[in-house]
């Protein structure tokens, strides 16, 4: 991290349900550009955290997704 405070930044916790999920963070400011890629195999578990730089999360495959708002699944079911 760069030293931001991030104590009440929004976290998702993301749940891979097939192999090869892809995690891509996208950055805030004029141009959105890709930021940052994870690639999650069936079973794995990535919580991550929207900050200053990251401001949207795009997701490819079949995935569970937890928020503070609710769960969703990504992908064709």
């Not at 995690?23 to 990535?46: A, C, N, P, S």
Request: proline content about 0%; aromatic content about 10%.
């Amino acid at each position: 991290m760069d030293g931001g405070d991030y104590t009440n930044a929004k976290y998702i916790t993301i749940k891979a349900l097939e192999n090869g999920v892809t995690i891509i963070g996208l950055t805030r400011g004029k141009d959105t550009k890709f930021h940052h890629t994870e690639k999650l195999d069936k079973g794995e578990v990535l919580i991550t955290q929207f900050t200053e730089h990251a401001s949207a999360i795009k997701i490819r495959g079949k995935a569970e997704i937890f928020t503070e708002y609710g769960e969703l699944k990504s992908g064709d079911f």
